[in-house]
């Protein structure tokens, strides 16, 4: 069935540090992923939904400058927290459809927990 | 109010037991999304629907559009099936999704 491979599963970094994760998928292409985060005993919040070739669109309240999203090919969308302080340490995870457009069952990556010290 | 809410909050049970979990929410949609969260965060699609009932294996999900309402049942319960269970639905017909709070299930040997 469809994966989609997230890396890396965890990161524990300094405040201040900028922090890569990436999520591909690994037998389909993605021209739309979604990007969520999700906080301790809460529900996950989408932040914004990347689109192969075209600039992302976030979700209210979230700050395009501090995550940068880039999808430059249809298997690979990537989220930047720049300059990540403690109030970002969070539960990260990307899903995306088989196929663009209609109801589509969503595949998700198996997340990332970001820790900032 | 949020557009997707889902009860119990947390459901303890015995293994063996029949297990239901709702799902109500505010807003029309074309399909509604279940999925399970494993303690580690993975996330797991186990249905997708838009009316009447699909199966797989021991669980079950139904929906009623006009009652704006879903339910997941697992028929003889087992401690794997200690998860997450999040109901979600799709925001203004596009493909992102609007999420339940989840219900934590735990199903003790």
């Known amino acids: 069935g469809a994966v989609v491979s997230q890396h890396p599963s965890w990161v524990i970094c300094k405040s201040g540090t900028s922090v890569k994760i990436e999520c591909r998928s690994l037998?389909?292409?993605?021209?739309?992923m979604f990007w969520y985060r999700q906080f301790p005993k809460q529900s996950l919040m989408l932040m914004a939904t990347s689109n192969e070739g075209s600039k992302a669109t976030y979700e209210q309240g979230v700050e395009k400058d501090k995550f940068l999203i880039n999808h430059a090919s249809l298997t690979l969308s990537t989220l930047t927290v720049t300059s990540a302080h403690p109030e970002d340490s969070s539960f990260y995870i990307c899903s995306a459809p088989l196929w663009a457009g209609g109801n589509q069952p969503q595949h998700f990556g198996d997340g990332t927990r970001l820790s900032i010290l | 109010k949020n557009e997707v809410e889902q009860s119990p909050q947390n459901l303890t049970a015995q293994e063996g037991e029949f297990i239901t979990i709702n799902c109500s929410y505010s807003?029309?949609?074309?399909?509604l999304h279940w999925l399970q969260q494993h303690p580690g965060g993975g996330i797991v699609s186990l249905f997708m629907?838009?009316?009447g009932k699909k199966k797989h294996g021991r669980l079950i999900a139904t929906i009623n559009i006009q009652e704006k309402h879903s339910s997941l049942h697992i028929t003889a319960s087992h401690p794997r099936d200690s998860a997450v269970y999040i109901c979600?639905?799709?925001?203004?017909?596009?493909?992102?999704?609007?999420f339940g709070q989840g219900t934590r299930l735990t199903i003790n040997p």
């Open positions: 629907l838009s009316s």
């Open positions: 037998d389909f292409q993605a021209t739309t």
């Open positions: 979600a639905v799709p925001l203004g017909g596009a493909q992102k999704l609007v």
């Open positions: 807003v029309g949609i074309s399909a």
